[in-house]
């Protein structure tokens, strides 16, 4: 996966997305984690709002991260001004595909790919570590 990312230039939004959605903080998480455990810890996060997106909602996301990644361009439905909107973009961005992952059962997976390949990686630590903070509420 962190090759095909590499390939598509997402390796900075997979980063943003990892420390920001808290997977770099997880500890609840461990490499024997069941999806029905998974389920528990999305619900803990989420409530039921991860239960009622879809794919749609996922490529949308995508989409975004895209443009921005090759074409170096900010949606302007992100209504980008600043420091404050860019936390609040990535968060938004990243609860999505967060709770995405949680209704495609893939939630435990994404945790163990970000720490395996971002969360612990001095680059990415420097670069995207200070929005480690803003785990969702």
């Not at 590499?6 to 420390?19: M, P």
């Not at 528990?40 to 879809?54: A, H, M, P, S």
């Not at 609040?88 to 495609?104: D, F, L, Q, V, Y």
Request: charged residues 20%; proline residues 1%; positive net charge.
């Amino acid at each position: 996966m962190f090759k095909s990312q590499q390939k598509l230039k997402l390796t900075s939004a997979d980063a943003i997305y990892c420390f920001v959605s808290g997977h770099c903080n997880n500890t609840q998480v461990t490499e024997k984690t069941t999806m029905q455990e998974a389920e528990g810890i999305c619900n803990k996060l989420y409530g039921q709002r991860w239960t009622e997106l879809g794919w749609k909602d996922y490529m949308a996301v995508l989409a975004r991260a895209l443009e921005v990644a090759t074409k170096h361009h900010i949606p302007k439905e992100w209504n980008f001004t600043g420091w404050g909107s860019l936390v609040k973009i990535a968060r938004h961005e990243a609860g999505i595909s967060a709770m995405t992952a949680c209704a495609m059962g893939n939630f435990q997976c994404d945790v163990t790919y970000c720490q395996m390949n971002y969360c612990h990686n001095d680059r990415f630590r420097a670069k995207f570590g200070n929005f480690s903070w803003s785990y969702p509420d």
